[in-house]
Each structure stands twice: as structure tokens, then as C-alpha cells.
């Protein structure tokens, strides 16, 4: 039997800020276009700028509020001898993907920046969160323009009426 488990989660003071039901069909079209597979479970998070500005700050080492954070549960990560090693696989086979988490009042601010809807830009970071759980990166420019052409493709294929 295939799964796609996503939790969606708000913070307090978020949980009516965003249709969860609607959540879940962005992070579930946006995986069925980059053919992650079936068995995967995810979650994404709603909060506000001071727990992003906090987590920024914690893992990224960046004093200040963002967007969207991803935090990637990778198949391989170097170990402190340099080696490789895999996590271990869960025996219920589900593939654990990772986090995303989204600012609300980001998205409120880059929204009206962008000049659209907030639904609009809060589905654009909902893309990108789970494009790079999968991998997916914008260190470096080449790398940058596959991932933004990527996410401007499924941001059409799922909500090209979003103004």
C-alpha cells in the first residue's frame, strides 16, 4: 500500500490563516511532479517570525527572520572521519523526507511586495520548502535557475489561477 503522509501543523495564533486541506494538495502535487515516489511522509509547519528568526538563527547562523526553512532528513551524510554513512531505513518503509517550516507574516509581507495573494506566495514557499527536500539547491546560479524554473513549472501545473 502507497502513502504520502503530510502533517501540516500551525503555531498558535496560525491555525486559521491557511486552508490545511489546501496545504496538503500543494506539497502532494508538487511531489507527484518531481516523481518522489510513493511511502513518503513530511510535515510543514506555520508559525510566525519570531520562531523562523529563531530556527534561522539556530541552524543557518542568519540573525533575522525568512520565509521558508527546509530541514532534509538526507539518505547520506559524511560522518566526522569523512566516511559515509545511511541512515537506517524504518521498517514501516516510509521514506521520511523531512520539514518544512513557513512564515506567515513573511509570506503576508513578500505577497504584497510580489503584488499578488498571499495564497499565491505562501504555495511558491510551499514548492520551494519541498523542492529542497528533495534535493534541490540555489548555492550556485546553475543551480539556482533549475530550481526556480522547477518551481515556477509546478506553481502553474497546480494553482495557475492564483493571482
Not at 518522489?36 to 528568526?53: C, F, K, P, Y
Not at 569523512?82 to 516510509?94: A, N, Q
Request: glycine share 6%; net charge negative.
Amino acid at each position: 500500500m502507497s502513502t504520502m503522509e503530510i502533517d501540516i501543523l500551525f503555531d498558535e495564533g496560525f491555525e486559521d490563516c491557511l486552508d490545511e486541506k489546501w496545504l496538503q494538495e500543494i506539497i502532494e502535487a508538487a511531489l507527484k511532479a518531481e516523481n518522489a515516489g510513493d511511502n513518503i511522509e513530511m510535515s510543514l509547519l506555520v508559525t510566525g517570525q519570531e520562531r523562523i528568526h529563531q530556527l534561522n538563527k539556530d541552524y543557518r547562523k542568519i540573525d533575522k527572520p525568512t520565509d521558508v526553512l527546509s530541514f532534509a532528513m538526507q539518505d547520506e551524510l559524511p560522518s566526522e572521519d569523512g566516511e559515509d554513512f545511511s541512515f537506517i531505513v524504518p521498517p514501516d518503509g516510509i521514506k521520511h523526507i523531512g520539514e518544512v517550516i513557513i512564515s506567515y507574516p513573511q509570506a503576508v509581507i513578500q505577497a504584497a511586495e510580489n503584488n499578488h495573494s498571499v495564497d499565491k506566495e505562501v504555495a511558491v514557499l510551499a514548492i520551494h520548502g519541498v523542492l529542497h527536500l528533495l534535493g534541490y539547491d540555489h548555492i550556485k546560479d546553475e543551480e539556482a535557475d533549475k530550481m526556480e524554473a522547477r518551481e515556477k513549472i509546478i506553481l502553474e501545473s497546480i494553482v495557475g489561477d492564483l493571482q
